[in-house]
């Protein structure tokens, strides 16, 4: 089949089996968005989730607590079923970053040790292992190639001081995915443990941590799983629990969370114990209805068809004369990250013209990027080619 001859839907949605999802954005009635790698907006699900839980905090105060106790489990699972982990090795966190302090900081260090992470990793995936250097840990950064993750580049970096190798499953800027069975079995190889940052892969391909063996991994949802900025998960495998120092211990920590007169540090046996005290409920519950309506649709089929759009928006850039920088020969390293230059035209530039056409894209390590969803149509495509032409 030509790249041509994708489907991909009009703005009629007639014949398009993902209309019921783009019925759920209503972005894409005022913008053709393509910076779901930044800031995705809201799914109408997680909007409707989110005003019914505060209009009840509004009128109802606490009176209902339990109601939102109980959903905030049925999130756990939600986010435990996306990861195929355990509910008891899921914690719901505010964001990516405080997943990873909660392993830099918890974990065993002792002076001398080290960790192995990509040069070009988003700064929350850098600064909490350099910031260890005080305790005498050396994080160790590897030039990546244009983007590009080299298990041969990692390897040779580790020694028997290694005790974490840290990567992105995509990275920001690049858009190229890694092969986690691999990342995790060059970690094990070496006796070191695998961190995964996850924020810009899941939900949009599977991921089966059991089978895979991550050992922690961090992500929140207000990029591609369409929910709100402040709700995210942290996985910790169940065999690494008392591995790690648990950092943030409150009143929610211990198994008799709700004894406020039992002053005991029975730290609960789940990975809950990193919730320490009250939680984002508003936003944990958009996160929630965002999580059921993916699942409607599922890891694999959001995949293909992620790719299938990324392989049409790559073709339409490049018959327009932009150079496409992302690696896209391999299409289990591509993603829903597309990376490009357009000759002789400043980045900011452009973002700032396109935004003026309703069209919505970033500017990432000097190039444009653009990250579109499963939502996406031709229409916008268009809508996207049409603005950067308007430049040229």
Request: glycine share 8%; charged share 25%.
């Amino acid at each position: 089949m030509e790249i041509r001859d994708l489907w991909l839907g009009d703005s009629s949605g007639n014949g398009d089996p993902w209309l019921l999802f783009r019925e759920q954005m209503p972005v894409a009635r005022n913008w053709a968005y393509f910076d779901h790698a930044a800031v995705a907006p809201l799914c109408q699900a997680a909007r409707s989730a989110m005003a019914e839980c505060l209009d009840d905090a509004t009128e109802n105060g606490d009176a209902n607590s339990s109601r939102w106790a109980k959903r905030l489990e049925e999130v756990r699972r939600l986010g435990a079923e996306l990861l195929a982990a355990d509910p008891t090795e899921v914690s719901l966190v505010r964001n990516t970053t405080e997943g990873i302090n909660f392993v830099a900081e918890g974990f065993p260090w002792r002076e001398g040790d080290n960790l192995v992470t990509p040069a070009d990793e988003f700064p929350s995936n850098q600064y909490p292992w350099m910031n260890l250097a005080s305790r005498g840990v050396e994080t160790r950064r590897v030039k990546c190639d244009e983007g590009r993750v080299s298990l041969d580049a990692l390897a040779a970096a580790c020694d028997r001081r290694t005790r974490l190798i840290a990567v992105s499953w995509v990275g920001y800027a690049s858009g190229w995915r890694s092969d986690v069975d691999a990342l995790v079995e060059l970690a094990h190889e070496r006796g070191a443990l695998l961190f995964l940052d996850a924020i810009q892969g899941l939900g949009m391909f599977p991921l089966d941590v059991h089978r895979s063996g991550v050992d922690f991994l961090a992500a929140d949802g207000h990029k591609w799983l369409l929910g709100p900025e402040g709700a995210g998960l942290f996985y910790l495998r169940r065999e690494h629990l008392d591995l790690l120092r648990p950092l943030g211990v409150g009143w929610h920590s211990v198994v008799h969370s709700t004894d406020y007169n039992r002053i005991e540090l029975a730290l609960r046996p789940a990975a809950s114990r990193y919730e320490g005290g009250t939680y984002n409920v508003a936003g944990l519950v958009g996160m929630g209805a965002s999580l059921e309506l993916l699942r409607g649709y599922g890891p694999a089929a959001i995949g293909r068809r992620l790719l299938e759009i990324t392989d049409l928006v790559c073709h339409r850039l490049e018959e327009i004369g932009a150079r496409i920088m992302s690696h896209r020969d391999r299409p289990e390293h591509s993603s829903g990250i597309v990376s490009f230059q357009l000759p002789k035209v400043d980045p900011l530039t452009v973002r700032k013209s396109c935004l003026a056409r309703g069209v919505v894209l970033s500017c990432r390590a000097g190039r444009l990027r653009v990250s579109p969803h499963a939502y996406t149509n031709e229409d916008d495509i268009e809508r996207l080619v049409a603005a950067l032409v308007a430049l040229k």
